[in-house]
């Protein structure tokens, strides 16, 4: 079941990586996630796209429980603040 994972707050640029988002995905339960699962982006003016996992960091100096998401093949303007970012049931969006 698709369910809301986190609305973007602040996008970055990581060169020949990609674009993370933030806050990122708190798993619920045993929810995990991986590279290569579908995301569907539905953005503040209504559009909507749906793209893969390239990348999960994790960053060690915070205690928040949120793992940032990497974007490959998309642009911090592709991304603006306020998208929602949703789960994608079955395959993953590459595949």
Not at 17 to 30: D, H, N, Q, T
Request: charged letters at 30%.
């Amino acid at each position: 079941m698709p369910r809301l994972l986190f609305k973007v707050e602040d996008t970055f640029l990581i060169r020949a990586r990609g674009v993370v988002l933030v806050p990122g995905i708190v798993p619920v339960g045993g929810e995990r996630f991986r590279i290569g699962d579908g995301l569907r982006l539905k953005r503040p003016d209504g559009t909507e796209v749906e793209t893969a996992i390239g990348g999960l960091d994790m960053f060690t100096c915070t205690t928040k429980p949120d793992v940032p998401v990497l974007l490959k093949g998309l642009r911090k303007e592709d991304v603006p603040v306020g998208t929602e970012v949703w789960s994608v049931d079955g395959e993953s969006a590459g595949g």
